[in-house]
T-cell receptor, first 114, second 111 residues
Framework: EAQVTQNPRYLITVTGKKLTVTCSQN?????MSWYRQDPGLGLRQIYY???????DKGDVPEGYKVSRKEKRNFPLILESPSPNQTSLYFC?????????????FGPGTRLTVT | GDSVTQMEGPVTLSEEAFLTINCTYT??????LFWYVQYPGEGLQLLLK?????DKGSNKGFEATYRKETTSFHLEKGSVQVSDSAVYFC??????????FGSGTKLNVKP
């Protein structure tokens, strides 16, 4: 089954404790992206990747890191989480350029930072 | 910068009513426009899209027309069903790498 998976689905952590949210897709997609969803703000793009070793900042990259060492995986790293990073996070992938192809979204990761 | 503005919700309708969710955008180039739907507890799914002015996207009875002169992409459906209850997001892409989403409109359809 074609899908985007994220782990963990739920995470409660404390300020400053490094964490990684994994994202994996099995569709051989080139484009992958991370979003955060906050009430009243919709989804905001954090980082995206056009291909292996090619990443760039979205609208709200501060406090986040990403890497794309393999085509299928695009982990999101919070090196020193803060309470304002409490949010619902979505990973997405598409075959090619974001505007030309449908994005497939993962089920989301709900992160709480205390 | 690019942005999307959509009407605030929630929108509550009775089954078989006509639906309109307004969406306007600001973009420097010639964006592609999208409507995504999010059902409770799930990720977003593409509902429809339009890639150039005057294009009409349609799917599952929903329609939206890319209006460059009014910078709008309003979502419509002639007869909503209870199963259409969800959150609807208007979005644009700058055709290269970035996506911009509206704040979402929650639709509640009552039997």
């Amino acid at each position: 089954e074609a899908q985007v998976t994220q782990n963990p689905r739920y995470l409660i952590t404390v300020t400053g404790k490094k964490l990684t949210v994994t994202c994996s897709q099995n569709m051989n997609h080139e484009y992958m992206s991370w979003y955060r969803q906050d009430p009243g703000l919709g989804l905001r793009q954090i980082y995206y990747s056009m291909n292996v070793e090619v990443t760039d900042k979205g609208d709200v990259p501060e406090g986040y890191k990403v890497s794309r060492k393999e085509k299928r995986n695009f982990p999101l790293i919070l090196e020193s989480p803060s309470p304002n990073q409490t949010s619902l996070y979505f990973c997405a992938s598409s075959f090619g350029l974001a505007g030309a192809y449908e994005q497939y979204f993962g089920p989301g990761t709900r992160l709480t930072v205390t | 910068g690019d942005s999307v503005t959509q009407m605030e919700g929630p929108v509550t309708l009775s089954e078989e009513a006509f639906l309109t969710i307004n969406c306007t955008y600001t973009a420097t180039g010639y964006p592609s426009l999208f409507w995504y739907v999010q059902y409770p507890g799930e990720g977003l799914q593409l509902l429809l899209k339009a890639t150039k002015a005057d294009d009409k996207g349609s799917n599952k009875g929903f329609e939206a027309t890319y209006r460059k002169e009014t910078t709008s992409f309003h979502l419509e459906k002639g007869s909503v069903q209870v199963s259409d209850s969800a959150v609807y997001f208007c979005a644009l892409s700058d055709r290269v790498n970035k996506f911009y989403f509206g704040s979402g409109t929650k639709l509640n359809v009552k039997p």
